[in-house]
Each structure stands twice: as structure tokens, then as C-alpha cells.
């Protein structure tokens, strides 16, 4: 199968996220040369991007340099490009730049993107939370939007301090549940000839329930909490279309804003459709037992990109945890077809499912593997701010992120209350660009749907 090294084979790597950086890390004692490829030359802990769009944490305080992470890794080497392209025959990789990158055997996990679904105004009215980028951007909007009525009172009448949150999953709750106290007990210290409380934090989630995953005391909770802390939850509601200064709904109703943050669903990688694979829900690759393609053995997909399966035929939910698994399996598994070895089906290990609702407020269900414990309040709060440190990459960070935690806490303050736009890397913005101006004719489209199946 390795065709393009003699001495040792190269295993390209797409993607720095969670199930990138695994995949690397497995591969540090294996006969193999390892090239990571990424926009950016840093890893984002996206679980708390949430935090930086709610200026509770710095940008640099979530994020670290791909190089700084493998500086001991004899093995590893970084590119920064973005993949647009893969010649499965030719055994290489296209990225935007006109480079061509030959690979042995080749590992995807460029993650996800926000999902919307179709709803009409979302792709270009819409705020959204994958990347530090829009994080930086959601919090200067935010706070943009309070010094504009500080300046102007009457806008307060036009929507302009009613913020929407489509989504009532972890990254809807955790958002709005720090937002919550963002307005609160910050800003009205800054604004104090504002009546911030005029401001409102409104939830749309179109099922019966916030936290759908979670058991039924979980969810019930979870709702509680956010009502009391402030939050307008509005169960069974559909976004019908959204527009510069207004959301509209399904039932007729209209919401005045300016601040419509779609936290509703995520679909893979865009790079999915360039593979020309059969895709399954969510645009998902549709992979063996071993993660690998099932035409080509040498490609494995991993993370939020892998349609993989548990053995009851459901899809592995796109969580951190199950692109860490999958990234040290795939890893694992070139380690074995380079060695001349048979590779082995993938199993997670499910350790549960937790959120955090805001101070002292949280829930977190442990699996079967665990009893199937379930807990609320301020040791699932405890529980989650403790495995999220262990799991935030580099020492300084987790010191960092531990400081500024302990401060605020301790101060009822967030620190982070900078008005500064980040521009987004050029691949975020084609892709933007490219979603944009990407409406098909119905034949088109429905002739893409009929690609994917159920």
C-alpha cells in the first residue's frame, strides 16, 4: 500500500482538532512519518468557545500552537493550508494554495461546521460558535450592542438588546446560562445609566425539551435553572426565517433583534462532498468498523466527519469524547497496516454526557459503565469545570483558564470585556462566501439529498 516514501511511509493528517491531535499523538513510537495539515497553526478547545463569545476567557487561554504541542515528537511536522481536494488513486492531497501533499495513508478529521438546516436568513444574518474567530466576533456584537443603546435608548424598542439562542442543546444552555450572568452582575457595574435588565435572553428550541439527550430530570432541571436565572425558554418553536433586525417564526410570530446566535445543529465538513464518498445524516462519511473507507483502507475518517456506528446501528454522537477515542484508534490502526498488521473494528467507550447551566449550576449523567449515576447542581458544576481543565491543551492554558475561573467566581466579574473583531482565516471566509452564493434549483438539490442515506 505505501507508495509514496521509501524509508518510511507518511501518514497525512487533515485537521488539529481533537481527533487530529490524538491521531498524531498514537503515532509518535510507530514506524511512520506524521504531517498534520490545518488552516490555523493552533488547536481550539471548542467546548469553551462558548466562554471567549461571553468574555469570560481570552482567546489565547483556549487555543495552542500545533508546533508547540509536538515539539518532542520526532516523527511529526505541521503544514498550514486548507485541504480543498483528494486524489484517492494518486494517493494525494490538494490544498487551496496549488500544493500538492503525497500520503501513504491519510487520516481526515476536519470537524464540523454549523448546520442550518435551510432556514432562509440563517447563513447570512446568522452568529455562530466554531471557531475563535466567531467567538471574538459574538462577544464584540454583544457588547457593541449595549453601547449602542447606552448612546441610543430608544433602539432598546427596535430589539436591539433582545438576543436569540436557536437551540436548546449544550452549546444553547451553556451560552445562555452565561449569558445570563454576563448581564447581570457585569454589565449593569459598566452601564450604570442603562437599565440592563431591559435586556433579554430568548431560547427557541423546536422540540418539548432543552438538553434532548438528557434524561427527563436532567432536562426539567436545565429548564428550571434557565427560567430562573432570566431566560425566555420557548419549547416547540421553529425558526421560519430570519432577517437583518427580526426573527420570524413558524407560528407567525415576529422577534425584533439584532443578535441571532444559531446554536441548532452541526453538519461535517464541507471537504465531505469533495471526497465523492457515500454519505450518511449530517453528511457524515460512511465508514467500516475500522473507521477506514470502505474502497480504500489506507483513509481513515475520524471525529465529527466519521458516519461510524455503535453496534445497534445508531450514529456515535460528535462529541470531544468520541473524536479522542477515534483519533487514538485510527492512530493505532496505520500503526498496524504498517507493521504488516489487521486492523481492528472501533468500540467507544462511553463515559456520559454532561452540561453546565452557569454558577454552581450543572448536570452530568455518567453511563452504564458507571451505574448510570446522574448529577445536578454544584458537583456536576464542580465535575465539568475539573475534566475540562484536564482536557484544555498546555500547561499555561490550564493555569490560565483555572485563574481567571477562581477570579471570577470569586468577584462576579468577567474579565474579557474587549470590543475587538478577529478576522477569520481565508478559508472561513470562502467557505462563508461559498455558502452564501450556493443556492441550487430544487432538481439540483433534491438530486444532492439523494446522495445521502437515511
Request: hydrophobic content about 40%.
Amino acid at each position: 500500500m505505501p507508495k509514496n516514501t521509501p524509508e518510511k511511509p507518511r501518514v497525512v493528517v487533515v485537521g488539529a482538532g481533537f481527533a487530529g491531535l490524538y491521531v498524531a499523538k498514537s503515532l509518535k513510537r510507530a514506524p511512520v512519518e506524521v504531517l498534520m495539515i490545518d488552516q490555523h497553526n493552533y488547536h481550539t478547545f471548542q467546548p469553551l468557545l462558548y466562554q471567549v463569545a461571553t468574555a469570560g476567557l481570552e482567546p489565547s487561554e483556549i487555543a495552542h500552537t500545533v508546533r508547540g504541542t509536538f515539539q518532542r515528537q520526532k516523527n511529526f511536522n505541521f503544514q498550514m493550508g486548507t485541504v480543498t481536494n483528494v486524489d484517492r488513486d494518486a494517493q494525494i492531497v490538494e490544498l487551496a494554495d496549488g500544493r500538492h501533499v503525497p500520503y501513504d495513508y491519510l487520516v481526515m478529521c476536519a470537524g464540523a461546521v454549523y448546520n442550518d438546516f435551510g432556514v432562509p436568513g440563517v447563513k447570512k444574518h446568522g452568529l455562530f460558535l466554531k471557531s475563535l474567530s466567531e467567538a471574538v466576533n459574538l462577544r464584540s456584537h454583544i457588547l457593541r450592542q449595549f453601547e449602542r443603546v447606552s448612546a441610543d435608548p430608544s433602539l432598546v424598542d427596535r430589539g436591539a438588546l433582545n438576543f436569540v439562542i436557536v437551540g436548546g442543546g449544550p452549546t444553547g444552555v451553556e451560552m445562555a446560562g452565561t449569558m445570563a450572568e454576563l448581564f447581570d452582575r457585569v454589565l449593569p457595574k459598566d452601564f450604570p445609566d442603562l437599565d440592563v435588565s431591559k435586556a433579554n435572553i430568548i431560547m427557541l428550541e423546536m422540540l418539548d425539551s432543552v438538553l434532548p439527550p438528557f434524561h427527563k430530570s436532567s432536562r426539567d432541571y436545565t429548564e428550571k435553572v434557565l427560567r430562573e436565572r432570566g431566560v425566555d425558554v420557548r419549547l416547540g418553536t421553529t425558526v421560519a426565517e430570519v432577517h437583518a433586525d427580526k426573527v420570524e417564526l413558524k407560528n407567525g410570530e415576529t422577534i425584533p433583534t439584532d443578535t441571532l446566535i444559531w446554536a441548532a445543529g452541526i453538519r461535517a465538513s464541507p471537504l465531505v462532498e469533495a471526497l465523492g464518498v457515500e454519505l450518511t445524516r449530517g453528511y457524515r462519511v460512511k465508514v467500516e468498523r475500522d473507521l477506514s473507507l470502505p474502497s480504500h483502507r489506507n483513509i481513515f475518517i475520524v471525529g465529527d466527519m466519521a458516519g461510524a456506528t455503535d453496534d445497534e446501528g445508531n450514529l456515535y454522537p460528535q462529541l470531544a469524547p468520541v473524536a479522542i477515542q477515534q483519533g487514538k484508534h485510527a492512530g493505532k490502526q496505520v500503526t498496524r497496516l504498517a507493521k504488516g498488521k489487521e486492523t481492528q473494528p472501533f468500540s467507544y467507550f462511553d463515559k456520559g454526557v454532561m452540561a453546565i447551566i452557569g454558577r454552581n449550576a450543572g448536570v452530568a449523567e455518567l453511563s452504564k459503565n458507571f451505574l448510570g449515576l446522574r448529577f445536578r447542581g454544584f458537583p456536576a458544576w464542580a465535575a465539568w469545570l475539573f475534566i475540562h481543565l484536564v482536557y484544555l491543551i498546555g500547561h499555561q492554558n490550564r493555569f490560565n483558564v483555572l485563574a481567571n475561573w477562581a477570579y471570577s467566581y470569586l468577584t462576579y466579574d468577567l474579565h474579557a470585556r474587549l470590543i475587538t473583531n478577529m478576522e477569520p482565516s481565508p478559508a472561513e471566509v470562502a467557505n462563508r462566501l461559498e455558502q452564501l452564493t450556493s443556492e441550487k434549483p430544487v432538481a439540483k438539490q433534491r438530486a444532492s439529498e439523494a446522495k445521502l442515506t437515511s
